[in-house]
């Protein structure tokens, strides 16, 4: 899926293996969301979000703080 198979099954950067994502406080479906570390291109924000609960959401794994996704655990 996607250019070079980014957010395969996961929520990290391709680039550098990071879960720490860029998102404004003011983030929308269509925001494009870079990566903290490398600053690359990820998607946009609805794109990630859509693969973020595929794999069970801010309440799941991940959890959505203070405009970054962290994993829990
Ligand atoms: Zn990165």
Not at 28 to 50: F, K, N, Q, R, V
């Amino acid at each position: 899926m996607g250019i070079n198979g980014y957010l395969d099954h996961r929520l990290e950067c391709p680039y550098c293996q990071t879960i720490r994502l860029r998102i404004p406080h003011d983030v929308e479906a269509d925001t494009p969301i870079s990566c903290e570390d490398c600053g690359e291109y990820l998607g946009c924000w609805d794109e990630l979000l859509t693969d973020l609960e595929q794999q069970g959401g801010t309440s799941g794994v991940f959890q959505l703080e203070k405009g970054r996704i962290r994993k829990i655990g």
